[in-house]
Each structure stands twice: as structure tokens, then as C-alpha cells.
């Protein structure tokens, strides 16, 4: 059974940091790119930051350049995304995705984790 499980969200002031986690099961992860996503109640998904298989390539969306930063354990099967400075319009539901470039070409997703940025 694959599984993407995002965890480490909540409610942070202004300024505060976060590091967001998704474990990953049922599937080689080592294989897969990973990507965090995010969306904001009537706004479409954004994506937010990516990571390659080896964890050599990284890109971020401009908005978290130098807030955010993405890594990856492949021995614990987890990606994870720090956010720092973190402002109220990071506030969104944050998803992690699964993404195989060779055959087949499978794409997986998580239920996401609830980001609240606020005073």
C-alpha cells in the first residue's frame, strides 16, 4: 500500500520556522523525485520547492528562496521542508508528491498538513 504522510504543521506567529516531514511507504522511494506543494483556500496549487532522487538538484518557487529549504533521507524513506521567516502568506495546506521519471510513471500524493501563519 503506498503512503505519503505529511506531518509537523500547525499555528506559528509571524517569524516562526517549521520543518514539515513526509514519510513514504510502500514503493521505492530512492527512485522517486519529491516535491512539496501548497494551496491556499481559492487560490490554485503552488508548488513550493523539489527535490531530485540523489538530493543533488533542488528548486524553489521565488516566493520561499532563501526561507525555505527542502532534503531528503533516503535510508528513512523522508523528505522533509524547513521553512523559516516564515510570513502569513506561507498560510496553505502543504502536500508532498512522488513523481518516478522512468517506466511506469507513477505520480503519488498525501493528504497534506495544515500551515497557519498568524498573530
Known amino acids: 500500500q503506498v503512503q505519503l504522510v505529511e506531518s509537523g504543521g500547525g499555528l506559528v506567529q509571524p517569524g516562526g520556522s517549521l520543518r514539515l516531514s513526509c514519510a513514504a511507504s510502500?514503493?521505492?522511494?530512492?527512485?522517486?523525485?519529491m516535491t512539496w506543494y501548497r494551496q491556499a483556500p481559492g487560490k490554485e496549487r503552488e508548488l513550493v520547492a523539489g527535490?531530485?532522487?540523489?538530493?543533488?538538484?533542488?528548486n524553489y518557487a521565488d516566493s520561499v528562496k532563501g526561507r525555505f529549504t527542502i532534503s531528503r533521507d533516503n535510508a528513512k524513506n523522508t523528505v522533509y521542508l524547513r521553512m523559516t521567516s516564515l510570513e502569513p502568506e506561507d498560510t496553505a495546506v502543504y502536500y508532498c508528491?512522488?513523481?518516478?521519471?522512468?517506466?511506469?510513471?507513477?505520480?503519488?500524493w498525501g493528504q497534506g498538513t495544515q500551515v497557519t501563519v498568524s498573530s
Open positions: 508528491n512522488a513523481h518516478r521519471v522512468g517506466w511506469p510513471r507513477n505520480n503519488y
Open positions: 510502500g514503493f521505492t522511494f530512492s527512485i522517486y523525485s
Open positions: 527535490i531530485t532522487t540523489d538530493g543533488y538538484t533542488k
